[in-house]
């Protein structure tokens, strides 16, 4: 089951990605047309950051106590101590930038170049913060597993 809730937790943050990256090209070339999709893009990029957050927290809290242990006894202890910690920082202003571009999305971006160049820079740092976040997550899980393949059998 801890696997499944992991890949869960990937799956979503990817998914988060793949649409922020959409949302993104829509945004650029903002029209009337669109609006109601950007509108919805947004909404559901903001449900894919919040879906991947609580589940890779429910993760965390319960399960990654003793990964941490086998990394942290492995070759690569700082799997734990740069990038689950650098994680845990940077995973909340991700999380804000997410819930906030439904909110940027409100004007009419066909218009108004503020806003659209707003939205385009909220979506980016969303999409860059993200994958920082899926290379970390990565790092993680190479930690666990050069930790137990280190171990004397």
């Given at each position: 089951?801890?696997?499944?809730?992991?890949?869960?937790?990937?799956?979503?943050g990817v998914l988060c990605i793949l649409s922020t990256v959409w949302l993104f090209v829509d945004v650029l070339n903002a029209r009337e047309?669109?609006?109601?999709?950007?509108?919805?893009?947004?909404?559901?990029?903001?449900?894919?950051?919040?879906?991947?957050?609580?589940?890779?927290?429910?993760?965390?809290?319960?399960?990654?106590?003793?990964?941490?242990?086998?990394?942290?006894?492995?070759?690569?202890?700082?799997?734990?101590?740069f990038f689950m910690e650098s994680k845990e920082h940077f995973v909340i202003p991700l999380l804000l930038l997410a819930t906030y571009l439904p909110?940027?999305?409100?004007?009419?971006?066909?218009?108004?170049?503020?806003?659209r160049r707003l939205?385009?820079?909220?979506?980016?740092?969303?999409?860059?913060?993200?994958?920082?976040?899926e290379g970390n997550g990565a790092m993680i899980a190479m930690g666990v597993k050069v930790a137990l393949q280190a171990q004397p059998h």
């Amino acid at each position: 089951m801890k696997q499944i809730i992991l890949m869960g937790h990937v799956f979503f943050g990817v998914l988060c990605i793949l649409s922020t990256v959409w949302l993104f090209v829509d945004v650029l070339n903002a029209r009337e047309e669109n609006l109601g999709r950007i509108r919805w893009m947004s909404r559901f990029v903001s449900l894919l950051m919040w879906l991947a957050f609580g589940i890779g927290g429910y993760w965390y809290v319960v399960h990654y106590k003793l990964d941490k242990a086998v990394i942290l006894k492995g070759p690569w202890p700082f799997s734990h101590n740069f990038f689950m910690e650098s994680k845990e920082h940077f995973v909340i202003p991700l999380l804000l930038l997410a819930t906030y571009l439904p909110m940027t999305v409100s004007r009419n971006l066909a218009f108004d170049k503020d806003a659209r160049r707003l939205t385009l820079w909220i979506a980016a740092l969303v999409a860059l913060l993200a994958l920082f976040a899926e290379g970390n997550g990565a790092m993680i899980a190479m930690g666990v597993k050069v930790a137990l393949q280190a171990q004397p059998h």
